[in-house]
T-cell receptor
Framework: KAGVTQTPRYLIKTRGQQVTLSCSPISGHRSVSWYQQTPGQGLQFLFE???????NKGNFPGRFSGRQFSNSRSEMNVSTLELGDSALYLC???????????????FGPGTRLTVL | AQSVAQPEDQVNVAEGNPLTVKCTYS??????LFWYVQYPNRGLQFLLK??????LVKGSYGFEAEFNKSQTSFHLKKPSALVSDSALYFC???????????FGAGTRLAVHP
């Protein structure tokens, strides 16, 4: 079974631009979560989508947005890029899991975004 | 709010020796705890989880972790370290009823030949 794939793997943008990152989950997985990893802040949760609905959100400004398609693929968008948005963006997929149940999350290799 | 702390930025151990990477947690309710490992230029790989049951959890690659409720700890252990275990290790706790994970700052493990 193929793992989580993220495209592109590397991206260079300039301040003020916008960027869209893509995540394809493992086949059959309906939940996709996004995380930002930086040396200073570590790993921080951005948001989670399940069956095309955002069901959880972290503490990031509105410039960070996402969506999920009917095939469970997800995209995240960052508008008006700032230097501080330079980071490794990781997505993770799982079957779902609510309440008392939990399904393991599998992470993709990440997209490294550099903002100049 | 849920949180985890990894008190050591780096752990150094000789190959063949036992290793321990420390994690303490602060949660309301029953914790769902995890360990992940990250190799350079790679995403996170799941090692093990504690949800309920036996306090000693066995995971991938010979790693195990001990859940200690009285000390609010979830330390990662391995009886005999390998050079290939050198990587960045993250402890995490589930926050809420869905898939949001709160990660610790990470501990860099260096295993020396």
């Amino acid at each position: 079974k193929a793992g989580v794939t993220q495209t592109p793997r590397y991206l260079i943008k300039t301040r003020g631009q916008q960027v869209t990152l893509s995540c394809s989950p493992i086949s059959g997985h309906r939940s996709v979560s996004w995380y930002q990893q930086t040396p200073g802040q570590g790993l921080q949760f951005l948001f989670e989508y399940f069956s095309e609905t955002q069901r959880n959100k972290g503490n990031f400004p509105g410039r960070f947005s996402g969506r999920q398609f009917s095939n469970s693929r997800s995209e995240m968008n960052v508008s008006t890029l700032e230097l501080g948005d330079s980071a490794l963006y990781l997505c993770a997929s799982s079957l779902g899991g609510t309440g008392g149940s939990y399904n393991e999350q599998f992470f993709g290799p990440g997209t490294r975004l550099t903002v100049l | 709010a849920q949180s985890v702390a990894q008190p050591e930025d780096q752990v150094n151990v000789a190959e063949g020796n036992p290793l321990t990477v420390k994690c303490t947690y602060s949660v309301s309710g029953n914790p769902y705890l995890f360990w992940y490992v990250q190799y350079p230029n790679r995403g996170l790989q799941f090692l093990l989880k504690y949800i309920t049951g036996d306090n000693l959890v066995k995971g991938s690659y010979g790693f195990e972790a001990e859940f200690n409720k009285s000390q609010t700890s979830f330390h990662l252990k391995k009886p005999s370290a390998l050079v290939s275990d050198s990587a960045l290790y993250f402890c995490a706790v589930r926050d809420g009823g869905y898939n949001k994970l709160i990660f610790g700052a990470g501990t860099r493990l260096a295993v020396h030949p």
